[in-house]
């Protein structure tokens, strides 16, 4: 009986003294601090996306769509990455406002993805359209560079 109840104490003392050593560690340089990094970068780059699709700034936007996007709105309509661009640069599709009410940014490895909603004003074939959406986007993280690699809208 002695011996089970001082087995289960150096097992406790060790398990909860590990814990105390690990977690700082864990938070600060492993898994975790990494990911709290990955989440900061693509929700910055999550936002600047936006304000360079209303500015129409094609440059930055075409460093950070992947050569094999999706970008797939609410009615279904499916962009590639050069129809995204030239759709921006043509004002066939015209950014005038967006508002993010809320969004959520989870990485899985080299892997983000953003949830989000929000107030998307628009206008499509120079008729404008004020839509609430609810959207995903996919990033990739290769080498030093981050990609968007899909996204994906459906209306609220």
């Avoid at 109840?5 to 097992?11: G, P, T």
């Avoid at 066939?92 to 989870?106: G, P, S």
């Avoid at 983000?112 to 107030?119: A, E, Q, Y």
């Avoid at 120079?126 to 981050?146: D, R, S």
Wanted: charge should be positive; charged fraction near 25%.
């Amino acid at each position: 009986m002695l011996f089970q109840k001082l087995s289960f104490l150096i097992v406790f003392i060790f398990l909860f003294n590990g814990c105390a050593v690990l977690s700082p560690d864990y938070k600060k340089n492993g898994k975790y601090g990494q990911d709290h990094e990955k989440i900061k970068i693509i929700h910055s780059l999550h936002i600047d996306k936006f304000r360079w699709m209303k500015n129409r700034n094609i440059d930055s936007l075409s460093e950070i769509l992947h050569k094999d996007v999706f970008y797939i709105h609410s009615n279904g309509w499916k962009e590639t990455r050069e129809e995204v661009l030239n759709n921006l640069s043509s004002e066939k599709l015209t950014y005038h406002d967006i508002t993010v009410n809320e969004n959520e940014t989870r990485i899985f490895g080299n892997t983000g993805i953003v949830t989000g909603k929000g107030l998307f004003k628009v206008s499509l074939d120079n008729k404008p359209l004020e839509i609430n959406l609810y959207y995903t986007e996919v990033y990739v993280f290769e080498g030093k560079n981050i990609y968007l690699i899909s996204r994906h809208a459906t209306r609220l």
